[in-house]
């Protein structure tokens, strides 16, 4: 989830080249250099997320992966990829359990990334932004992952 998929990348080059054109942190310069820093702070935090995420999950026995609909229909399968953002499976009976773990480790992964970040920005508020954007990357995720199939075939994506 952190290394091998092409998702983590997507999502890095996404919100550093935002940063970059919105000029987020206003202390390193919209230069390559600037560009490099933003990148990096980016991977660096979504690797702290993910490796929250998925020790927080283990410890508590939940299931840190998505699983697809067993549904059918576009609004009946984009409601469980949006209640999957919220809950997911945990326990021994596998009973559904609130999604707090993507939420912790966005909240840790904003509060590092701020830390090194210049002209001193507050730690918590940087936490807080990172895991309310969570909310809006998490169903955007998981509804793609819901729908990669017919995706892929739409666009001839092929498995070889």
Known sequence: MTYTTYGIYFKTAFFAISDQINNR???????????????GTRQAQFIVQNTVTAFGDGVADWEVRYERCRCDGFWPRTRHAIKRNF?????????????????V????????AASWQPNN????????Q???TQVGVGIGVN???????EIKRVLRIDKK
Request: aromatic fraction near 16%; avoid cysteine; hydrophobic fraction near 45%.
């Open 143 to 149: 509804w793609l992952a819901e729908f990669a199939p």
């Open 87 to 103: 809950v997911t499976y945990g326990g021994q009976e596998m009973n559904l359990r609130p999604q707090l773990m993507p939420y």
């Open 25 to 39: 942190p206003s202390g390193w310069e919209q230069t390559p250099e600037g560009f490099a820093k933003r990148f």
């Open 130 to 132: 990172a895991a309310i």
């Open 105 to 112: 480790g966005a909240f840790a992964a904003g509060v590092t």
């Open 121 to 128: 920005p507050n730690l918590a508020v940087k936490g807080y």
